[in-house]
């Protein structure tokens, strides 16, 4: 059974910018969470889909959205990049809502300059 | 809302040696516990869960953790640690409403020979 894919893998972004990132997630896996994940802020909640309606939802402004397709796929898109937005972001598919059993990809490290 | 402290940043041990790293929850209602693994250049996998039941889950390469409520605490043992084992480790919990995993900031495990 393939993995969690993430695309791209790796990216460079300049400030104003904005960025979509894609998350395929293991097949049969209806629900899909995004973090961020930064060395002075950890392991940050974005957001959680199951069945292409978001879920939970954490704490990050409005340039950061998503979205998930009929086929379980999702995006997340962050518009008007900042420095600080340079992270490894982070999804994770499941079976489930909220189990917090979670299978995650490798990530996508996006750069900010 | 639920908070995960993990006390030790780094965990500098010799191979072969016993290994602790410390986890402590806080939540005002019941809990599901894990214990996250990340490789260099990776993703996060799950390396043991409690739900209920048994307060002792082991994962098939020989990690351990106790839940222990009163303490509030999903400590991560080892008896014995490999080389292979250096990587970061992340405790995480969800409360039983189905919420997102709440990370705690990580505990760096360094196996020395």
């Known amino acids: 059974k393939a993995g969690v894919t993430q695309t791209p893998r790796y990216l460079i972004k300049t400030r104003g910018q904005q960025v979509t990132l894609s998350c395929s997630p293991i097949s049969g896996h209806r629900s899909v969470s995004w973090y961020q994940q930064t060395p002075g802020q950890g392991l940050q909640f974005l957001f959680e889909?199951?069945?292409?309606?978001?879920?939970n939802k954490g704490n990050f402004p409005g340039r950061f959205s998503g979205r998930q397709f009929s086929n379980s796929r999702s995006e997340m898109n962050v518009s008007t990049l900042e420095l600080g937005d340079s992270a490894l972001y982070l999804c994770?598919?499941?079976?489930?809502?909220?189990?917090?059993?979670?299978?995650f990809g490798e990530g996508s490290r996006l750069t900010v300059l | 809302a639920q908070s995960v402290t993990q006390l030790d940043s780094q965990v500098p041990v010799f191979e072969e040696a016993p290994v602790e790293l410390r986890c402590n929850y806080s939540?005002?209602?019941?809990?599901?516990l894990f214990w996250y693994v990340q490789y260099p250049n990776q993703g996060l996998q799950l390396l043991l869960k409690?739900?209920?039941?048994?307060?002792l889950v082991e994962s098939i390469n020989g990690f351990e953790a106790e839940f222990n409520k009163s303490q509030t605490s999903f400590h991560l043992r080892k008896p014995s640690v490999h080389i292979s084992d250096t990587a970061e480790y992340f405790c995480?919990?969800?409360?039983?409403?189905?919420?997102?995993?709440?990370f705690g900031s990580g505990t760096r495990l360094q196996v020395q020979p």
């Open positions: 995480a919990s969800t409360d039983t409403g189905r919420r997102a995993l709440t």
């Open positions: 409690y739900l209920s039941g048994s307060t």
């Open positions: 889909y199951f069945s292409e309606t978001q879920r």
């Open positions: 994770a598919s499941s079976p489930r809502v909220g189990t917090g059993e979670l299978f």
């Open positions: 939540s005002s209602v019941s809990v599901y």
